[in-house]
């Protein structure tokens, strides 16, 4: 009986693992079936390397690399100012804590505050950035660029900061999963490295940290994910308008491009925008199979 119960239950998680494969190919599918007439009608280079983005005017111009741009850097900026804030944090509630019961109960309590990050709604996040960092940013433009004639000022919505509130949104998740990669280190390695004498912090960088690598990647990919697809709050910092992505102009990313115009458009417009959503979804995948292929290489040469 216990046999065919096993046979059973496998049977079941076969289909929910084909069920998300197929789940997969049928997304991607769809993707490049809505996606790809707007590359024929427009053309690949005016609209992958075009800077004018004018849907609606008489000649209509559907130049998204601004907006492709916007959205790299900006995801690009998070991760730096994010990962390593989240691998530190993660560091210090795993591995500097752990000796001293004063030092558990803190883990507990920051471990907390964490987890309550990661249930805070994008749009507050979004809310926040635009009631404390918007005005902050407006001070900080006006000290920058007060010999300025020529620059356009945003009141604080730009670049900057969807980058800080992109790197605020990412950190639970690379600290979670950061977290418990770095438990998952069997205890053994540290009592070796700290007998043959290294410090707790080298053994932390230069045995923990690398044996924990995988884990580590996997929190930073879906860091990534989180920054690539968020909309809402970028909508709200970021200013909205297609420019080049300066640290203080106003700018779209590739998911406030489609929050933004999806409601009104229509015909070529609306094709183009599915265009976007397939750029989107190719810069996505492409990040994940190049941290993939980073991952396994790093198991190889180990």
Known sequence: MKHKSEKIAGFIIMIFGFAAVISVIAITIYMFIKGLPALYEVGVFPLLFGKVWKPVAKEPSF???YIILSSFFGTLGAVIIGVPVGLLTAVFLTEITRDTKCGRNISR????????????PSVIYGLLGLMLLNPFMYKLEKIVFSNSSTHKFTGGANMLSAIIVLAFMILPTVINVS?????????????????????KLQTIFKVIIPAAQSGIMTGVVLGIGRALGEAMAINMVAGGAVNIPLPFNSVRFLTTQLVSEMSYSGGLHRQVLFTVGLVLYIFIMIINLLLTLLKRKGKIEK
Request: charged share 10%; aromatic share 0%.
């Open 63 to 65: 130049g998204i690399s």
């Open 179 to 199: 977290s418990s990669a770095i438990r998952a280190v069997p205890d053994s390695l540290r009592s070796a490295s700290l007998a043959l004498g290294a410090s």
């Open 109 to 120: 309590i920051i471990s907390a505050a964490v987890e309550l990050l990661a249930a805070i």
